[in-house]
Nanobody, 127 residues
Framework: QVQVVESGGGLVQAGGSLRLSCTAS????????MGWFRQAPGKEREGVSCIRWNGGTTYYADSVKGRFTISRDNARGTLYLQMNSLKPEDTAMYYC????????????????????WGQGTQVTVSS
């Protein structure tokens, strides 16, 4: 059974940083693209970032480019999201997802490209 677990969320002031982590068990982690999504209250879930199986290609939502960095450690089976210069509008539940494919592609933010999801970790940025 595949299990995806996020950690690292919390409360931070605007301008601060957080690093989210995600582990995925029950699958061969290194074979799949991985992604981060988020959902703010009253809004639809949106794609934040995606990384291909070997970490060679990454994609970001325009709203986080230059502030967030996605990375992965295949030896540890762990995905990361380093979030810097956080803004109140970054407040959301952040979800980690394991892709159905090894690459992200131009349609990386489509939820249908991801097969396994975590329960989410809350990030709250105060102004």
């Amino acid at each position: 059974q595949v299990q995806v677990v996020e950690s690292g969320g919390g409360l931070v002031q605007a301008g601060g940083s957080l690093r989210l982590s995600c582990t995925a068990s029950g699958l061969t982690f290194r074979d799949y693209a991985m992604g981060w999504f988020r959902q703010a209250p009253g809004k639809e879930r949106e794609g934040v970032s995606c990384i291909r199986w070997n970490g060679g290609t990454t994609y970001y939502a325009d709203s986080v480019k230059g502030r967030f960095t996605i990375s992965r450690d295949n030896a540890r089976g762990t995905l990361y999201l380093q979030m810097n210069s956080l803004k109140p509008e970054d407040t959301a539940m952040y979800y980690c997802a394991a892709g159905l494919y090894s690459v992200c592609s131009g349609f990386w933010s489509q939820e249908s490209r991801f097969g396994h999801w975590g329960q989410g970790t809350q990030v709250t940025v105060s102004s």
